[in-house]
Each structure stands twice: as C-alpha cells, then as structure tokens.
T-cell receptor, first 112, second 114 residues
Framework: DAGITQSPRHKVTETGTPVTLRCHQTENHRYMYWYRQDPGHGLRLIHYSYGVKDTDKGEVSDGYSVSRSKTEDFLLTLESATSSQTSVYFC???????????FGQGTRLTVV | QQQVKQSPQSLIVQKGGISIINCAYENTAFDYFPWYQQFPGKGPALLIAIRPDVSEKKEGRFTISFNKSAKQFSLHIMDSQPGDSATYFCAAKRSGGSNYKLTFGKGTLLTVNP
C-alpha cells in the first residue's frame, strides 16, 4: 500500500460540532485530494491541493474547508457538521499527469 | 452536470463469464481514462488505464476498449472469478493543466457467482 494514513478511521459526531479529518502521506506526492463516497453517487471531489498552501474547490465543497501547511499533511474540516455530511471520506495522492492516484483506507463519518 | 456516466449500476455474472461495464464522457479535453477497483472496506485501487491514442489495452483478464469518436470506453473482464466481485469505477482526467483532478463515474457493483 502507498504510504497514506487517514485518521480517524471511524468517527461519530453530533450535528453542529466541528470535525477535522487528517490525511498523512509519506510519498512526497505533490497532489492531494479529498473525496466523499456515497451510495448512488460514486466518488465526488471535495477539495484538492496542488502544493503547500495551494488548494482549490471540487464539485461538492460547500460546508468543507481544507488546509495544507506541509507536503505530507492535508486536513479536511467540517466547520459545523450536518447529517448530510455522513459519508465515507477518502484521501488520495498523486504525482500528477498520467500517474496513478493512490487512495487511503477511508474514514467513516457519522453525524447524528 | 455528470461528466462521466457509468452503467450498469450493478451486474451479476456467473463464474467464467464476461463482465462488461460501460462509461461515457462529455469533456473532450479528457485524455486519461483509468478504471479503479474497490473491495468492501478498502480504498479504490488502480486496475488499468488507457489514453485515447489507442483503442484497446489488455492486462491479463482485464481489457479496456476505447471509442474516441463516440466518447465511450468500457471494461471487459474475461473469465470472471468470484474474487473479482467488487465495485468498479471508471474515471477521466485531463492530464494537462495544473490540477489533475479525477472525475469518477458512479460505480458498478459486480457480483460473480460461483
């Protein structure tokens, strides 16, 4: 497995609370991505990063923010969690171009 | 706007049969088309990928067929095995530019019966 670690792997949180998910890589890949996976929707891009402090929105970015202060870490924050953000979140990394994107093991988040 | 459409949503095949999953894309700037395989509880993993300068790519029992004029590509799994049971995602990417974002189809749940 590529050196990607997501934490936590499982989390249950209450509506309205802030939540931060962490993606840590040891591959020194430039590009990092956060996707959410929901039944019937596949994988949808939330935010991505193309370098330290360089981030941009994906197709479902509302309610989410990200930060990348170091090459190896990409944080996804739900400022005020809602039930619609219950999902499985995947981090991915790549070197860009036609290179493979490697995915982490996922974080299952439940907002109650 | 769904840029990559995948079908069928689910597929049941007998062991030894051929599994076929189809995808269609809209953005003609896409020039890299990977397929990912995902087992329950795991992250997706690259299975096979193709660029539009070839019409077919084969790796073992897995073949991608690509039709650039129709903007369609498909995954064929020959001699399907129960171990192939997984969710398969097609994807597309524009390899130029600066973001290298993958756009995924909605996935196909493949079940191979023994």
């Amino acid at each position: 497995d590529a050196g990607i670690t997501q934490s936590p792997r499982h989390k249950v949180t209450e509506t309205g609370t802030p939540v931060t998910l962490r993606c840590h890589q040891t591959e020194n890949h430039r590009y990092m991505y956060w996707y959410r996976q929901d039944p019937g929707h596949g994988l949808r891009l939330i935010h991505y990063s193309y370098g330290v402090k360089d981030t941009d929105k994906g197709e479902v970015s509302d309610g989410y923010s990200v930060s990348r202060s170091k090459t190896e870490d990409f944080l996804l924050t739900l400022e005020s969690a809602t039930s619609s953000q219950t999902s499985v979140y995947f981090c991915a990394i790549s070197m860009g171009g036609d290179t493979e994107a490697f995915f982490g093991q996922g974080t299952r988040l439940t907002v109650v | 706007q769904q840029q990559v459409k995948q079908s069928p949503q689910s597929l049941i095949v007998q062991k030894g049969g051929i599994s076929i999953i189809n995808c269609a894309y809209e953005n003609t700037a896409f020039d890299y088309f990977p397929w990912y395989q995902q087992f329950p509880g795991k992250g997706p993993a690259l299975l096979i990928a193709i660029r539009p300068d070839v019409s077919e790519k084969k790796e073992g029992r897995f073949t991608i067929s690509f039709n650039k004029s129709a903007k369609q590509f498909s995954l064929h799994i020959m001699d399907s095995q129960p171990g192939d049971s997984a969710t398969y995602f097609c994807a597309a990417k524009r390899s130029g530019g600066s973001n290298y974002k993958l756009t995924f189809g909605k996935g196909t749940l493949l079940t191979v019966n023994p």
